[in-house]
């Protein structure tokens, strides 16, 4: 420091020697003589460059000269913000006591009445010493000042958000081994005011040379947006159920912008509020508020899966969301993002349909609660209705979820169709009437996926956006009537009050003509108890039959079609059943009946080592158990012949008897009954509860979608036959179009493409159709 101050008093002398140098006098007015000023202004220039070496090459370099050990510095994070700050410190009062020598020997000199005041003033040597600090110090820094800077400003900051700088709590309380969150002592230790006094001088002394704002302005502000960062997610993140805006602008500036203006003030941290400068504080308040919003809304963007899971309850954050979005335009960040986030989430085959359709469902309501103009809606989900069509359970799982019991979304939205039962619906020339209340689309929104859709489409309501995936109401009427039929023949006690309800309410949403033949299925059930209670007190049949019989009668063109198993009863049996037809025959006048008599339930009661189980089964399994009372082992293909059941399927239901220890597989192919009491003792078969075959256990009468839609579609080989006939082959383009075009009008029928593509596909497999180069021929 010796060395550099006999540097200054030399440079000084020399300004001093300048002042002092005698001139000529001409006339009173002692004027200088133009020579004589020119030869001192060179001199003074002359000094100043002297200076500016003296500061660039020996005060700036003994400056930077303490951060060359920061390699050196302990590892742990607060130890290295200890030193850093304390070599901070020291730098910058070495530097400061050059920069005040000589300000002091320029205020001398000023003050002087002489010669060198002609030259210059004292702001103008005042803001050219501050120029050449300022620009020796940004040609010489190191990319690593940065961390020290923020070491620095980090311990200021946390001192200040340490309760304005008091001893921390903990250590009034009695925890004296508990660390002060500000200077990071132990608490019976804590030197928050003492730094905090050398805080106050240190940036006093940075502001007098104007210093602070290009050392410390970009580390401040990076700093100031990590506390930020760091502040919402440790305080909001994963907290969606209450709102979080408020308490962060109360943050901003109760902390941050306080922070900010004592760090900046040039008299000293502790100012009142009256002292501060407005135009400073609303600079960094409108900067920081805009960053606030910015950094909160990615966060709770982030976790909007979880926030549309957690619907309603998430609707405070979802209301400061949307006070964020009017402020910043983050619509395509939100729609990327959550476009991302439910494809990873939901989208994809480890999840099942149904959580796929609840979780669609809750995005419809918090997404529509955020944006109600529909916009963001209409794109984001989009990618869960592409994916909902490609999995062939979709239809089931959501009529299911329409009519199960219990609470579910579909169900409770099924309920509030009652509330549109005289509510006018919206149309096309409803929307063009009321243009008064139209508005644009956002400025942001992709405008090849607006015109897609119209205002109906984004304003509708839940089902309807469902039922929209398919863009088909038969569709879903077919399935709910498949699944209504399911449910008539495996429930024994069947209660119609709970599918007439349904049956009303879906009749509400998409019309009666569709559900004509779920009515007369209902119909089918009250009128089949009738009869079933007449033909029991018929005394004819009374006397004659064997064993109760139960029978649901049916109007076949108006139920779905029914699988094509087959099955062959005993004889026994099969004469109980003849009596049944008479006696309806006899009340019936001229109708009668077919049997199915692979569908239904049957009630039996087992014999065998002496104990006697009753049991609920299917007419098949019950079948299979009769015969081995003849013979005791059978082969599959023997049983298959006489039953008249496929072997394959015949191997699945012998299984039922298996596992209840009735049945045993001695060798491949070969069942054989069990009668042991040895064997038995510990079996199923010897428990004697009634055991009764649950729905689950039941596999459905119905036909399969796709051999329906085979069926269905079967009215149209006549036509395909004809057009390749007439065209030898064709596309399945051209096919398809077609047969829009002149068959399936008169038909009824809807179908797409891929079922085309499905039919066509059987038809090669059958050796009917032959298929090359991407067209379709009939088979030579």
């Not at 020119?38 to 660039?56: F, G, N, P, Q, S």
């Not at 169709?417 to 689309?441: H, I, Q, V």
């Amino acid at each position: 420091m010796s060395e550099i101050a006999d540097i200054l008093n030399s440079i000084t002398n020399l300004f001093k020697a300048i002042s002092q140098r005698k001139v000529l006098h001409a006339g009173q007015n002692k004027r200088i003589h133009s020579n004589q000023f020119d030869v001192l202004k060179r001199m003074y220039d002359a000094a100043w460059l002297e200076l500016h070496y003296t500061i660039r090459n020996v005060i700036v370099p003994k400056f930077w000269l303490h951060f060359k050990i920061i390699g050196k510095i302990p590892p742990s994070k607060d130890e290295r913000d200890q030193q850093l700050f304390q070599n901070f410190v020291e730098a910058v009062n070495e530097l400061h006591a050059s920069y005040q020598l000589l300000y002091d020997a320029f205020q001398q000199l000023h003050n002087s009445k002489n010669i060198f005041s002609k030259i210059t003033t004292l702001e103008l040597s005042q803001k050219k010493l501050k120029d050449v600090f300022r620009e020796s110090l940004l040609g010489q820094m190191p990319s690593q000042f940065s961390v020290v800077v923020n070491s620095f400003y980090t311990i200021s900051f946390n001192i200040n958000s340490n309760t304005e700088g008091k001893t921390n709590e903990a250590c009034f309380l009695g925890f004296k081994t508990i660390n002060c969150n500000g200077c990071k002592y132990v608490a019976e230790r804590c030197c928050c005011q003492n730094l905090l006094i050398i805080i106050n001088e240190t940036n006093i002394k940075l502001l007098s040379m104007d210093l602070l704002d290009c050392i410390a302005g970009q580390t401040v502000t990076l700093l100031v947006q990590k506390q930020m960062t760091d502040h919402i997610k440790n305080n909001c993140y994963g907290i969606i159920d209450r709102s979080h805006l408020k308490k962060l602008e109360m943050w901003l500036d109760e902390v941050v912008l306080s922070w900010l203006a004592k760090t900046f003030n040039k008299n000293s941290l502790h100012i009142d509020e009256n002292e501060k400068s407005e135009n400073f504080v609303q600079c960094f308040r409108v900067k920081l508020t805009y960053f606030l919003y910015e950094t909160f809304a990615h966060s709770v963007i982030e976790q909007f899966f979880n926030i549309i899971i957690d619907f309603p309850e998430s609707i405070p954050i979802l209301d400061d969301l949307k006070i964020c979005m009017e402020k910043i335009d983050l619509r395509k960040y939100f729609i990327k993002t959550i476009k991302t986030s439910l494809e990873a989430r939901i989208l994809h085959p480890g999840v099942n349909t149904i959580d796929i359709i609840t979780g669609y469902v809750a995005a419809i309501k918090a997404i529509r609660y955020l944006d109600s103009s529909g916009v963001i809606l209409e794109t984001v989900t989009a990618p869960i209705k592409e994916y909902l069509r490609k999995r062939n359970d979709t239809v089931r799982r959501v009529v299911t979820g329409l009519t199960e019991e219990g609470p579910s979304d579909l169900s409770e939205e099924l309920t509030k169709s009652e509330t549109l039962k005289n509510k006018p619906g919206l149309d096309a020339a409803d929307e063009a009437s009321n243009w008064e209340s139209w508005a644009p689309d956002p400025v942001s929104v992709d405008q090849t996926t607006s015109l897609q859709s119209t205002n109906i489409n984004r304003s509708a309501d839940i089902i309807s956006m469902i039922v929209d995936i398919y863009g088909s109401k038969e569709l879903f009427m077919n399935e709910y009537r498949n699944l209504m039929a399911d449910r008539l023949l495996t429930q024994l006690n069947f209660v119609a009050d709970k599918e007439i309800r349904n049956l009303e309410l879906l009749k509400i949403r998409f019309g009666e003509n569709l559900l004509h033949s779920c009515e007369v299925m209902l119909r089918d059930v009250s009128d089949s108890k009738r009869i079933n209670s007449h033909i029991q007190s018929d005394k004819d049949y009374i006397d004659n039959k064997s064993f109760d019989i139960a029978t649901l009668i049916i109007s076949a063109q108006f139920w779905p079609c029914f699988n094509k198993e087959s099955l062959e009863l005993p004889e026994e049996i099969e004469n109980e059943f003849i009596k049944f037809t008479k006696s309806y025959e006899a009340y019936k006048g001229n109708r009668t009946l077919n049997w199915r008599t692979v569908t239904g339930r049957v009630q039996i009661e087992i014999e065998i080592s002496g104990k006697t189980v009753e049991m609920t089964v299917s007419p098949t399994q019950a079948v299979i158990i009769y015969h081995f009372q003849d013979r005791d082992i059978w082969t599959l293909d023997e049983l298959s012949s006489v039953i008249k059941v496929p072997p394959t399927v015949l191997r699945r239901r012998m299984r039922f008897w298996q596992t209840h220890g009735l049945i045993k597989e001695v060798s491949v192919g070969t069942y054989q009954l069990i009668d042991d009491s040895a064997q038995t003792t510990n079996s199923k078969s010897m428990d004697t509860a009634p055991y009764i075959m649950e729905d689950d256990d039941m596999e459905s009468a119905m036909a399969s979608a796709s051999d329906q839609r085979e069926e269905e579609l079967q009215v149209f080989w006549s036509y395909i036959v004809g057009m390749l006939t007439n065209l030898d082959s064709l596309p399945i383009e051209r096919i398809h179009q077609m047969l829009k075009l002149f068959a399936s009008n008169g038909v009824g029928i809807e179908f797409t493409q891929d079922d085309l593509r499905n039919f066509l596909q059987r038809k090669v497999r059958e050796h009917k159709l032959l298929y090359s180069g991407g067209v379709y021929q009939l088979a030579k």
